[in-house]
């Protein structure tokens, strides 16, 4: 399915989140790579995913994107100051990592924190809007070899189409992952360096 950045279809974002609705994984685009996604609060979706990606979700962190700042405060505990970190970040280039709060399903609870995304991208935010929760969210696979089938919707689709319900085009697609900064201590610290340079 085509949508266009500029003006999301929404007809289009409808027929997506359906998909979502019923526990579908729907592949769409960030800020940053094209990422597999699914009803963040529908456990046997977010179990299907990290059986296809190969994540134990006792021992990797899961993301989800958020539409606004104002949603990550029932998902995530967030401290005065993380919360000024985040509003001058986001939407942009990020995963932050928070503490979880009871909000979340029990699959997350293992973990205590959780990854939070607001990518600066008209398409997810729609997607997420429309549903009214977050969306789990992890990156397609970049293989240095042949980026293209992490880049190029098409071959993505070639790679996917067995265990995705649903592809978005939302054209070409980067390769540099979001800047994951760690907010469970006192201070943020970055564990990994991406496309997000962090105003602190």
Same mark, same amino acid.
């Given at each position: ?13 409808? &027929?997506?989140? %359906?998909?979502?609705?019923?526990? /579908? *994984?729907? =592949? ?6 094209? @990422? +597999? ?68 399903? &029990?699959?997350? %609870?293992?973990?205590?924190?959780? /990854? *939070?995304? =607001? ?6 935010? @729609? +997607? ?73």
């Amino acid at each position: 399915m085509r949508i266009y950045e500029e003006k999301p279809s929404e007809a289009e974002i409808d &027929k997506a989140v %359906k998909v979502l609705r019923d526990g /579908g *994984i729907v =592949i769409y685009p960030t800020d940053t790579v094209y @990422a +597999l996604g699914c009803d963040a609060l529908n456990v046997r979706a977010v179990e299907r995913i990290c059986q296809i990606k190969g994540i134990n979700p006792q021992k990797v962190n899961l993301s989800i994107i958020c539409r606004e700042l104002s949603w990550v405060s029932e998902y995530a505990k967030l401290s005065n100051l993380y919360f000024k970190l985040l509003k001058r970040n986001l939407p942009g280039a990020f995963t932050f990592i928070l503490p979880t709060s009871s909000s979340l399903p &029990k699959i997350y %609870k293992n973990r205590k924190t959780v /990854g *939070i995304r =607001i990518p600066d991208n008209a398409i997810t935010l @729609a +997607l997420v809007e429309a549903l009214g929760n977050p969306l789990l969210t992890t990156s397609v696979a970049i293989d240095e070899e042949e980026p293209e089938y992490g880049t190029d919707p098409e071959l993505i689709a070639e790679r996917y189409e067995a265990v995705a319900d649903l592809i978005i085009d939302g054209g070409e697609g980067g390769t540099i992952p979001s800047t994951t900064v760690d907010c469970t201590g006192d201070e943020p610290v970055i564990l990994r360096e991406g496309k997000g340079e962090l105003q602190e």
